[in-house]
């Protein structure tokens, strides 16, 4: 049964694809297990195998095991390196793009870099490392990474500056290629062999060779890392790896892998750890939080009492020091009853709940693969508007998906007219080879998908203006995080709804949380004072 998966992986491989149909992924079970007809069925449904979300859209992939990596011996190169490095006053400088699951893997990089005796640096002319963790969710980050690689190139040649690239770019075979064929790099490295950079970056000092260290399949759950956070505040703690929804325009099941959910006891003891060191606010993060456990509680891998998504919200919100508890991201089909009760009874779980739409078309998001309908999604947000007093909404949504219609665009800005989103993540559908929307016809020329997205923007803004003024005259309860980036007179705070809040203070209260009444509002802020 452990080999059915490197079965249907090997299928994949074989016809190039990134979808393998039932009757394919049932031929290739059989031929290697000898197995009869009726027993390639029933093991099929046993094990809820999901090898096309099209002929199979109840199916769930099969689950893994839930094993760490012994990474004792990867850990012994950052000692390796850091012998070499003795003494040279060596700088990196690092590049993270994409989401906040990027920036955590970021934060950990770090802390293997400075373990391994580099100093971090923002000025990228000084680094005798350059870093590079990449995203692959929006062309554009492509662009962005190619232009960097040539701006570094004459550095590399100018001083020997070590170049490492990594994230979700390098799961894909064509970026690969492209930069072997046209680019300078030392070492490649993917999200399942993070843990393996200090090996990598050793080899490619000690042998002076490039080194492409990736991984094709779901690399196991990597504790002990070391970390160096970017803030002393606000920490974020990643509570699983992967994705099984395989919507059709994301590439990140892909590259990310399928759903692996961190064991509850290293989540719990990771938050514990950062409330002792003061930290205040964390962010649960995952691809699909709210299935946190599910694959591993369906296959009867899950082992102890905190076996879902609102158990362990429950469990964290117990936590002394931690106030603020936010997460990121959840899929309105897996909102289940039991995560709304514990957003309603734990104060200090967020009342901003970011609810990703994409569409406000139910035949849009049929052929996104979203499994839920515009109607579904509109109930699902009054029942927590009837069962959580002042709760808000943010959500994601993609502009010009292949096929839609004018009258499809229509109903996405009614669902925006109807919710009254806090805050809008607007993108417009970006092409990414590999993923099933790309081969799809009636794709939307550039003219009419930009239109649509300042129609969307436009009306995004008038209602942000109108959400804006209930906040006049309200006491917020609010975690200096510091000053404002654009206004150093002001310390900034952010509201429980994720609103930023300027106002005067003292750098004494920075980590604290102080009352601070709201006293006028602007399009992308709030201006309060200290009661």
Known sequence: LDEIDTVAITATQEKEEKFISTIACKAAVKANMKLTKEEVDKLMEQLLILPNPFTCPHGRPTAIKMTKTDISEELKYIEKVSKINAGKNLKYNILTMGCQLNENDSEKICGMVEKMGYTKTDNILSADLVIYNTCCVRENAEEKLFGKLGEVKKLKEAKGTIIAIGGCMMQEKHIVDKIKKSYKYDVIFGTHTLHKFPKDLYNAIMESKKVTDILDIDGEIIEGLPIKREDNIRASVTIMNGCNNFCTYCIVPYVRGRERSRSPEDILKEVESLAKAGYKEITL?????????????????????????????????????????????????????????????????????????????????????????????????????????????????????????????????????????????????????????????????????????????????????????????????????????TNSEFLTGRTDTNKVVIFEGDSSLIGKFVPVKIVSEHMWYLKGEIL
């Open 285 to 485: 993060l995952g691809q699909n939080v709210n299935s946190y456990m599910r694959v591993e509680r369906e296959k009867g891998l899950a082992e102890g009492k905190i076996d879902s998504f609102a158990k362990l919200l429950r469990e964290v919100s117990k936590i002394d020091g931690i106030e603020k508890i936010r997460f990121t991201s959840p899929h309105p089909k897996d909102f289940t009853d039991d995560v709304i009760d514990a957003i309603k009874d734990l104060d200090k779980v967020s009342k901003l709940v970011h609810l990703p739409l994409q569409s406000g078309s139910t035949s849009v998001l049929k052929a996104m693969n979203r499994v839920y309908t515009k109607e579904q999604y509109l109930n699902l947000v009054q029942k927590m508007k009837d069962k959580i007093p002042g709760v808000k909404f943010s959500a994601d949504i993609i502009v010009g998906f292949p096929g839609e219609t004018e009258e499809d665009f229509e109903d996405t800005l009614d669902v925006v007219r109807k919710v009254k989103f806090e805050q809008i993540f607007m993108f417009i559908y970006s092409r990414r080879v590999g993923t099933p929307a790309d081969k799809m016809e009636n794709q939307i020329p550039e003219e009419i998908k930009h239109k649509r997205f300042d129609r969307l923007k436009a009306l995004y803004e008038t209602q942000l203006a109108e959400n804006n003024k209930e906040y006049v005259n309200t006491i917020q309860n609010l975690l200096v995080e510091g000053y404002s980036k």
